[in-house]
């Protein structure tokens, strides 16, 4: 069986070390590695598109990181239950022309018991930044 650790029930160390293998996999922007986190009939709603499977999941990722370029993110915890997890994140990208945008939002996840991801919610909001606003600067990994 797949498994994904840490796995529910989670603890406060466990959620807190989901939340950042979520970032972690996510800053390297690559949609076939991120995708495997979640299950083969993961149910998304991103913003207003909603999505279900692995393969939807990362064809929507290489649409989302082809846009939004140079893509850097930070996830918190907010809160958690034995499978659930709560978080609100930021990120900055810019568009083709050089536009910078910090976009801002919340996230509910659902585990299976292995650990994958089966559920996401998503609600993100974009504000235009300018590129000296920018807060994210590490090296891209």
């Not at 529910?8 to 979520?22: D, G, H, R, S, Y």
């Not at 149910?43 to 290489?62: D, H, K, M, P, V």
């Given at each position: 069986m797949e498994t994904k650790p840490p796995l529910p029930p989670f603890t406060l160390e466990t959620?807190?070390?989901k939340v950042q293998a979520a970032e972690d996999a996510w800053n390297t922007r690559d949609p076939d590695r991120v995708a495997l986190a979640y299950t083969p009939d993961s149910q998304w709603?991103?913003?207003s598109e909603f999505l279900s499977g692995r393969e939807q999941i990362a064809l929507f990722l290489r649409r989302k990181w082809d846009k939004e370029l140079d893509y850097r993110l930070k996830k918190e915890l907010w809160s958690f239950t034995d499978n659930r997890i709560s978080v609100r994140f930021e990120y900055e990208w810019h568009d083709e022309a050089g536009q910078w945008y910090?976009?801002?939002?919340n996230e509910q996840w659902e585990f299976a018991a292995n650990g994958l991801m089966q559920r996401r919610e998503a609600s993100i909001n974009d504000v235009l930044i300018q590129e000296a606003d920018r807060t994210f600067r590490w090296e891209r990994t």
């Amino acid at each position: 069986m797949e498994t994904k650790p840490p796995l529910p029930p989670f603890t406060l160390e466990t959620a807190k070390a989901k939340v950042q293998a979520a970032e972690d996999a996510w800053n390297t922007r690559d949609p076939d590695r991120v995708a495997l986190a979640y299950t083969p009939d993961s149910q998304w709603r991103n913003r207003s598109e909603f999505l279900s499977g692995r393969e939807q999941i990362a064809l929507f990722l290489r649409r989302k990181w082809d846009k939004e370029l140079d893509y850097r993110l930070k996830k918190e915890l907010w809160s958690f239950t034995d499978n659930r997890i709560s978080v609100r994140f930021e990120y900055e990208w810019h568009d083709e022309a050089g536009q910078w945008y910090r976009s801002y939002g919340n996230e509910q996840w659902e585990f299976a018991a292995n650990g994958l991801m089966q559920r996401r919610e998503a609600s993100i909001n974009d504000v235009l930044i300018q590129e000296a606003d920018r807060t994210f600067r590490w090296e891209r990994t």
